[in-house]
């Protein structure tokens, strides 16, 4: 019973299956990694080459160009094959393997691999959901906790021959390279939808979008009537069995439950609005910033939110999107009450007032639909997106042996 278990992974690549275990080591040895602590001045700072938390993504998912320089301070240099890791909100996971020299804040880590260890292979150690959650298991602090640098020292690492690094580094890498593929695409569609949505609808003053359908060119100017002749307030009592919907800023209104987050609407039907599939719906505090979208099915929501049934000429998905261009936003912003931004509302009685453009319903149909099948497509990319992060943690439980927490909370 009291027997080892070989420190050896569930999947092995079949040259490798005779080298017997890997050794077990920790992240803070000489041969391992180094905790580099050479500072630079300020003016050593290029915003091509700076690195804090703000500009390293997460999820592993690389950095952006720095938007600004910090005024004064030291800062940590790194050079390519440096391993940098955001140390505020570790769960956030923000790690990223340099390409170029350059220099990090100093609420980023920066680990250099040593000879013991191949760089490609430590970055896939570090880069990895075990890792993060070692950080954020000796932690400190509660809103903007920090990972503890003695104990990432100790973290332990299985480590194969060298030739066994390499191999699971190059496949790691193949496979990330598919991601980052993927997630391009998923840009590309976004940024062509956006150009789009410039073109689809009228520029602020003007009666004519720049972009329109061959079948609509003779269809004359736009018109422009108050929303409140095309919309009216929908403030049916919620209904018993029906899911009850919330409205988020990014995606439009999703169903409650399906939301990764705690939301305390009132379950009972007395106490929400009903809403109908085509109805849009919209968050009275954060209309201005686009909290709206369109209902596809009967739904309760919460009755601090506004519900706008449509007339039979109006296509709901047309003014949903309508609703989310930059120009709109401004519109709906300078319609809402409220002294500060925080504290801005659109109520119904504003919101009827605003002129909103309508071509004919025919034409509304066919905006709406085009920008629908793009986001269904980016919907589409995006489950393939999601579908190679969760074979690449899957594999990447195959392939390190566990080694388990290793945080001593006995201090």
């Known amino acids: 019973m009291d027997e080892k278990q070989a420190l050896v992974p569930r999947l092995r690549f079949p040259e490798f299956r005779e080298e017997g275990e890997w050794q077990e080591r920790k992240l803070g040895e000489k041969d391992i990694a180094s905790f580099v602590k050479k500072r630079v001045s300020r003016s050593d700072l290029r915003l091509e080459s700076y690195i804090s938390t703000e500009n390293l993504l997460p999820n592993f998912g690389g950095k952006k160009r720095a938007s600004k320089l910090p005024p004064s301070g030291s800062f940590t240099s790194f050079k390519t094959g440096d391993i940098l890791i955001a140390n505020i909100r570790p769960y956030l996971k923000k790690v990223w393997v340099a390409d ?211 007339r039979e000429f109006v296509s709901s998905a047309f003014f949903g999107y309508l609703f989310k261009t930059h120009q709109f936003l401004h519109i709906l912003t300078a319609h809402s009450q409220g002294l500060t931004k925080d504290r801005l509302r659109l109520y119904f009685k504003d919101f009827a007032q605003i002129p909103l453009p309508i071509p004919p319903v025919g034409e509304q149909k066919k905006i709406g639909g085009c920008l629908l099948s793009l986001d269904e497509a980016i919907t589409v990319q995006t489950e393939k997106l999601g579908t190679l992060n969760a074979h690449k943690k899957g594999l990447m439980q195959q392939l390190f042996p566990s080694l388990g927490s290793r945080v001593d909370n006995s201090g």
């Open 100 to 310: 170029f020299y350059g220099a990090a804040s100093n609420d980023v880590i920066v680990i250099r691999p040593m000879g013991g260890i191949r760089g490609s292979f430590l970055s896939a150690l570090l880069k990895n959901d075990a890792f993060i959650g070692y950080v954020m298991e000796g932690a400190k602090g509660v809103k903007m906790p920090r990972g503890d640098v003695s104990l990432m020292k100790e973290y332990s690492l299985a480590v194969p021959c060298p030739g066994e690094q390499q191999k699971i580094a190059d496949c790691l890498s193949s496979l990330d390279a598919l991601i980052a593929a993927q997630a391009d695409k998923i840009d590309a569609l976004k940024i062509h939808k956006k150009g789009l949505m410039q073109l689809l609808f009228p520029r602020d003053g003007e009666t004519v979008p720049r972009l329109r359908f061959p079948e609509f060119w003779g269809a004359g100017e736009w018109q422009y009537r108050k929303a409140g002749l095309l919309f009216s307030n929908r403030t049916e009592q919620g209904q018993d069995g029906l899911p009850i919907y919330s409205v988020t800023m990014n995606d439009g209104v999703a169903r409650r439950d399906s939301l990764d987050r705690k939301i305390d609407n009132i379950s009972e039907s007395s106490g929400n609005k009903k809403a109908h599939r085509h109805d849009i719906i919209y968050n009275m505090m954060r209309m201005w910033q686009g909290a709206s979208g369109v209902a596809d099915e009967d739904c309760m929501v919460s009755p601090a939110y506004v519900v706008l049934a449509p």
